[in-house]
């Protein structure tokens, strides 16, 4: 069940945030050149509503980053991250499928090739390897840094003699972490598209391989394993500055 809930949750996150890209960048589409701000607040809901979905089966890691960094510090079980991780990576990919449908009318009348590639995976805004390997493995450290820090306020929360904590984890908690990658949109997205989860960015990037899309072009597996390894990287990172500084108490 839990495998199932992260393939559900993941495909969600893909279906509305890959969703909004389309959206904003397909001709014909009723959100066209909508900006960063649409897609980045897309992005933000789609792992809230995925988090609402299946949090409570599976905990939604919806992304191998945070699957991983969890089990290096000892708070994930490692047996069943092999299952997590293709259950992620098959759920992106389902999602992203999915989007292909939604917008089937459009793709032929798209002429950027680029802008087909983009509503499944991320590029650079500069191509420099290292650079943006980086902007990863910093983006995906704060993901995983803070949704420790919203975990860890969800049994610590009361107002006068009322304990709210119930209501942080089960009610506000996913949207936090929603906001969380809103956040990490805005201010570190700009250079490499924050992939921030090797599951996002793979899953769908197969899709657009496989997928009969009409004119478009290379899926670019010369910068593919960037979104993979730069998140990976900085998952084990962000959850052992956590471990590391006790802010869990």
Not at 194 to 220: E, F, Q, T, V, W
Request: charged share 10%; aromatic share 10%; with cysteine.
């Amino acid at each position: 069940m839990v495998y199932l809930a992260e393939f559900v949750g993941t495909a969600i996150l893909i279906l509305l945030g890959g969703g909004v890209v389309a959206g904003v960048s397909l001709a014909r589409s009723k959100a066209l050149n909508g900006g960063w701000i649409v897609v980045t607040f897309g992005w933000g809901m789609a792992v809230a509503m995925a988090v609402y979905v299946v949090g409570t089966t599976s905990g939604a890691h919806i992304n191998p980053a945070v699957t991983v960094g969890l089990a290096s510090i000892g708070e994930f079980d490692w047996t069943m991250v092999p299952g997590y991780l293709g259950a992620q990576v098959a759920g992106a990919f389902f999602g992203a499928c999915l989007v292909y449908l939604v917008y089937l009318a459009h793709w032929e009348h798209t002429e950027d090739a680029d802008a087909k590639l983009g509503v499944f995976s991320t590029s650079p805004g500069v191509r420099r390897p290292v650079a943006n390997l980086v902007t990863e493995v910093i983006g995906t450290a704060m993901l995983v840094l803070g949704i420790l820090g919203i975990g860890a306020n969800e049994g610590s929360v009361t107002q006068g003699d009322a304990d709210l904590s119930a209501l942080f984890a089960h009610g506000l908690s996913p949207l936090l972490v929603g906001l969380l990658v809103l956040a990490i949109g805005l201010s570190l997205g700009g250079p490499t598209g924050y992939a921030i989860n090797p599951a996002r960015d793979l899953g769908p990037r197969i899709a657009h391989a496989l997928l009969p899309i009409p004119g478009k072009g290379s899926s670019d597996w010369g910068y593919a394993w960037i979104p993979v390894v730069g998140p990976l990287l900085g998952g084990v990172i962000g959850a052992w500055i956590w471990n590391l500084t006790g802010f869990g108490g």
